[in-house]
């Protein structure tokens, strides 16, 4: 189903130049994009791209405007991504598929769990004994909510998630260990994603806490009583160890670690890969690793860096003596 240019930007506004009435039939990149195709420039790099795009229309800033002007139609906006971001959700909507059953005859849900009458469960999802499902709520296909755990309203989460799984709490004694019972459960906000095979542990004893509009990537590990501020968002394979409070509006990098007990002050931005050892409390970006480098280089740097301690320490006592040497 094609849309009209025309209906895109009654929809979602923005300056038109060119045939409102030329028709859409699909969403590209400006690299492979055709006649028929929209697609959109995000960022001043990606100008080459645009001249020599055969996109029939193309979403630029005002500042492309002229640009944009030389090779064909185009819609102006302040923000191109964003544009771009509602303009997947209308496409959606406009071809979306007629629906099924709200709930799945294959999902499995106790009779003691409250699900909303506009929330959606899809095949084989397991929601056990008092757990609370949201308004408009949807849950694909595989997902697991535990025992008491409370997803709010209009989230979203994708095939495999696990919320409410045991926390990896243990007890050394003789050497052996002593499960500690995870009493506490899960609670997740309005609003949240969270991808596939992602999961999510109960509390320990408090819950484990995901604060609304939380955006979660796929192979994520939430630990045991972290709590999560709002609109934080987290890329593929990051790991948060149990009880870190990470702030509101982070962002952490894919494969990255937040050790656990850990405090991240809201606005922190860390990168991929990075190994969060410390409490930050301090906005900003932060970046812990060490860099790609051929082998043979790596291993003497990482010898070197071994023993920048003891390096440090002698540093010290030389300008100790140095400065007792010093004629007064």
Partial sequence: MALRLGAIVEAL???????PALSIERLAP????????LSFLSHPKYQKELAVSKAGCVIVSPAMRAAAAGRGAFIATPDPYL???????????????????????????????????TA??????????GAR????????????????????????????????????????????WVKIEQLGAVRIGDDVEIGANTCIDRGALEDTVIEDGVKLDNLIQ????????????MAGCVG??????????????????????????????????????RSILKPGQY???????????????????????ALRERLKALEKSAMQDKPS
């Avoid at 506004?13 to 045939?19: A, F, P, R, T, V």
């Avoid at 939430?222 to 968002?233: E, F, L, Q, S």
């Avoid at 009880?243 to 007990?261: E, K, P, R």
Wanted: proline content about 4%; hydrophobic content about 45%.
């Fill in 222 to 233: 939430i630990g045991h009583n972290v709590r999560v501020g709002k609109n934080t968002a």
């Fill in 120 to 129: 959606r469960i899809g095949a084989l999802c397991v929601i056990e004994r």
């Fill in 240 to 277: 948060v160890a149990g009880s870190a409070d990470i702030g509101a509006n982070c962002t952490i990098g894919g494969g990255a670690i937040v050790l656990g007990h850990l405090k991240m002050a809201d606005g922190v931005h860390i990168s991929a890969a990075t190994v969060v050892t």
């Fill in 83 to 117: 544009y771009f971001a509602r303009l997947t959700q209308l496409w959606k909507q406009s071809h979306a598929k007629p629906e099924g059953a709200r709930i799945h005859p294959s999902a499995v849900i106790d009779p003691d769990a409250q699900i909303d009458p």
């Fill in 133 to 176: 499902i949201g308004a408009q709520t949807v849950l694909k296909s595989r997902v697991t909510v535990s025992e008491d755990c409370i997803i709010g309203a209009r989230c979203l989460l994708h095939p495999g998630v696990v919320i409410g799984a045991d926390g990896f709490g243990l007890a050394p004694h003789q050497g052996a």
């Fill in 287 to 309: 970046t812990g690793m060490f860099p790609i480098d051929d082998n043979a280089a790596w291993e003497r740097n990482a010898a070197t860096l071994k023993q920048l301690h």
């Fill in 30 to 37: 400006l690299a492979t994009a055709q006649a028929d195709a």
């Fill in 13 to 19: 506004g923005g300056e038109l130049q060119g045939d």
